[in-house]
């Protein structure tokens, strides 16, 4: 029942010469297959009202119920959820009705031990437990019961650790890389916004080299600052594009949030299929920029700190120099066991609901809306596993299942869901 989401994960690798990928069980597809296009959503759906399966959410309950930077989780076959807790250098377990099974590891560099918890959902089963670290560089797998199965490294190219490492149903794992600027050497430092040029790499368990899968792909959009007498300091841009990818046994689904559009590319490096469709408009506006004006002098206010309207002003603009015009299209993509392909809308600044478009054999079938403090970290076709963080930072997990919105309990925060967005979706038959 587990998924493979994109989430934040740091990589890490010794260094190797990669090579070009090529499967020789990949089929050689030239080119994308024909398209078609499909109108309107069929299906709204939202969450029920009340939660299936809830844990944690304590800040004085038992230790294990408490999580401090929860980093990945999946939802079993036998509807238990295994998560990787950062905060405390661990993995744990817990059944279906959330009892607590077992908790796995520690800060330390020994067989087991843990110096940054990362699930990695793709490949995680109940038997099987894939956990990365990359502070170690290292793959770490666990049995079901929480057991040290045996630790590996990965590789990459270069020194630098990969910016983020997702893995297939079967433990294939794709790595992405720090990228090149798309800047020259001249000009890498200079003071504003630019782009990475990204790789894709993947590596199989028990092989020496990376594989190349991708080259030169849009990366994450950056913003360098410079200041007099200082090093240049360098950082995610505010609604900054990022690559999104989710492997497959197949090859991997990919977007880079430039428009509405996902490839997946096999494992021999060619499109195999697109899909395409249109949402709505990316362009920043007026409102946007004053809903998150509004939105980030509140924060400082609530702060109750001498001083914190000069703070806010000093932080205004420095940011509302270098924001960009026009919003990425997706934030994120994810794959169920059963085939299906989940890709979430990028939230703009006010908007109340994260936006979720689900396709099914490259057909857009549903819309999903949930409220914007359910961040996502699995999901099926009829159910979303969800993080959810209070306003003092406490975090739990929770399981709804998704109903259409006409069918939603009246109690349910998000019984009320806006209509449809009108897009259309192209898929590749």
Known sequence: MNSRVIGLALGAVTVLVAERGHDAASE??????????????????????????????????????????????????????????????????????????????????????????????????A???????????????????GGLVRTFPLTLPSYRPARTVRCAPDGRFVMADWGNETNTEKDRFVAGPHRLSVSLIYQDEGRARARILREDIPGQDRVTY?????????????????????PTDKGVWMGTGDDYEIEFVGWNGKVRQRLEWTGPELAVNQADLDAYRASLRERYAGRGESGWRAEFEDRWNRESANLPSIFPSMSAILTTSAGGLWAERYARPGESERVWYFFEDGRWTK?????????????????VLVRITDSLGVQRLAVYELVEAVEADAESETSSAPPPEPFSVTWSL
Do not use: M
């Open 28 to 125: 050689a597809v030239a080119e994308p297959r024909a398209s078609v296009r499909q109108e309107a959503p069929q299906v709204t759906l939202v969450p029920a009202g009340e939660p299936v399966f809830v844990v944690g959410g304590r800040a004085d309950g038992p230790e294990a119920y408490e999580f401090h930077r929860i980093e990945g989780a999946v939802r079993t076959a036998d509807g238990g959820i295994i998560v990787g807790v950062r905060g405390s250098y661990e993995v744990r377990r817990f059944g279906p009705d959330g009892t607590h099974l077992w908790s796995s590891g520690r800060k330390g560099d020994g067989p087991g031990d843990f110096r940054a918890v990362s699930l990695l959902g793709g490949c995680t089963t």
């Open 127 to 145: 038997q099987s437990v894939f956990v990365y670290d990359y502070q170690q560089r290292r793959i770490t797998v666990l049995d079901g019961d």
């Open 226 to 246: 410079v200041e007099e007498g200082l090093e240049p300091i360098s950082g995610p841009r505010r609604w900054g594009r990022s690559v999104v990818y989710a």
């Open 367 to 383: 819309t999903l809306y949930l409220p914007k403090s359910r961040y996502v970290l699995d999901a099926g076709t009829d159910w």
